[in-house]
Every structure is written in structure tokens, then in C-alpha cells.
């Protein structure tokens, strides 16, 4: 059941642009922090009454069990200006137009597209942690390049709510951003993956891109019913527009789900059923035991016919996170419980930076 609650701000943080966290006074000793999208709801201040969605935390949510404001009371219109003619979040009451990078394309002769990316690397990954180690890795390999986030809508929509998003792109990891599908707020917008990459050389002078959802995932337990599924879709887009795809695998340890101990079911699925277009993958190296799991599903599972893996030493990759001013976890969990994980995102990045000095 969804539930929606009024609400008193009572006080204002500011997280970033079009972002802040507000505290919520539901009743007499009943308080809450919530987020408020400054692009959808506008801005509020300490007084304000308000509307909040509190469907994720009574679900008891992970990344998404926040509170949402939805409307504040003390205005009675909003306008936000926009540009364009594609709606975001379409046949919903918070639906907004955007100018799409497609739009400025419109006449554009698709059979052109089959050489948009020009051979660049794409890094498609599955969860947002991996961004991070990603980025970090291709940057230092390729100091001086583009490197482009694109945001799918796999995860959470609004690229504001990304804190790694924010520090990349303050310390200059990534040049520029860019949201698809019904995610929303990066520096260009497009209907979906193909357009965005399509567009990726053409708007931004992209020499890489690193294209992975935002915060969150959804799943069910099942072999193919999650949301990081759309990772096949990556390759297969970045493939057929002419790109060199650069799939990250998911490797964890410290899971205590079996499907996700080693290589991650996930990974598996995209690559056996999903990803139609030859992958190249990094397997980082790892502690000889570990190495044997992971070693031992890749031969079980047959993608070692039907994609390109190799092993890479990415171990120079958490020396990198140590000191890049960030701190990740992944569900939760270190970089010291699991280093694996972030080496496999980072083993991505530094293949991608291979495949960039061609």
C-alpha cells in the first residue's frame, strides 16, 4: 500500500544543486528527513507544510527508503521553466518536459548512426557502486580525455540524488552527464540508451563513456527479473552504433546470497541471455582461491565462448579509491569487506583506457 502524509519542515539541508534534505515533523515527537527534488516540487523552507510520500521507508527500502516530498502547501502554482517537447516521467501527476539531445537531431538518417560512438570505448555496468572505481581507473590511465556518464532509469531517476555523481564531477572525473529513459536532471537528456549513446561524440566529444544506473536496483530473486538486466542492452546499443563495449562484472565475497557469492548471477544472466554483441569483461586478479571460484563459473556457464575475458590487475585501483575523497560501499559493504567487487569495476576502466589509446 502507498502511503502519502502531511508533513512541517522544520529544517533545510541543502545536498547539492536541485537537491536538499528537509526535516519532516509528521506529529507531536514524530520527525523524518526527506528529500525534496527542487525540479519537480520546487523549494521549501523551515515552516512549510507539506506533502511526503513514505511508501519506502514503512517497506523498509535500502538505498530508495527515503521520504519524498510531493507538493509544498504554501504555494499554490509551481513553474519550472523548460525547454523541449519530451515528457519525463509520462502519464504520471509529476510529469515535466525536457529538450531531448534527439530532438536537435530530428531529420537525422538513422542508417548514419551505425558509426555514432567511432570505435570509443563504452564501460556498461549493472549497479552504481561501480561507477566510481570505473571512472577513477580510466581517468588515471587517460588523463586528459572526456569521459561521459550516462544515466539509465534502471535505478533511482533523478541524477541529483547521486552523491558519487557530485564528486566525480566536481574533481573533474567525468565531463559531463547525461539521463535517459525517465531518469532525469544530467547536463543533456534523451529518450533512450540508443539515442544517448548516438549522441554521446556529436554533443559532448565523449573519447569515453561509462553508462551504468543510478543509485539503487531493483530485484526479485529471480534469474532474470531484475533491473540490472538493461546491462545487455548496453552492449548490444554500444555494439551496433559502432562502439567498443566494456562489460563490468559483478563480483562479491562478502554476500551472504549464494546466487551473488563469486560472479554474480547477474553478471551471468546478461551475458549468457542477454548481451547478443561480444563483451570484452575484466576479471580482476585475486587471492588464488577466489580466483578459482570465479575461474570455475566462467567455464561453467560457457561466456567465455560468447565474450571476451580477461584477467586484469586492477589491484592499483584501491589505492585510488583511498585517496580519492570518497568514500564507496556496495549494499552496504567497504572497499575493505569487498575489494573484489571494486577491482572488477576498476578492471573495466582501465581496459576501457586501453581500447581509448588505439
Known sequence: MSTYRHAKVTAVDRL???ICEAELEFGPGEKARGIVLDELVGTVATGDRVVANTTAVELGLGSGGYHFVLWNLSRESLSVPSEGHIMKLRYTPLQFNVEAVEERAAGEDAARCGDALEGIPVIAGSLHSQLLPAALAYKEARPGSRLVYLMTDGGSLPLA???TVRH?????YIYATMTCGHAFGGDYEAVNVYGALASCRPAC??????????PGIVGTGSGLGFSGMEQAAIINATSSLGGSPVGVARIAFGDVRARHRGLSHHTLAVLRHGALARALVGIPVMEPDRRETVWSQVEASGIGARHDLREVDARGVIGLLEGCGYRPTVMGRTLEEEPEFFMAAGAAGLLAAEIGGD
Do not use: R, T
Open 161 to 163: 540524488f547521486s552523491d
Open 16 to 18: 547539492g544543486a536541485g
Open 168 to 172: 566525480l564531477k566536481a574533481e573533474g
Open 205 to 214: 566529444g565523449a573519447d569515453a563513456v561509462v553508462a551504468v544506473m543510478g
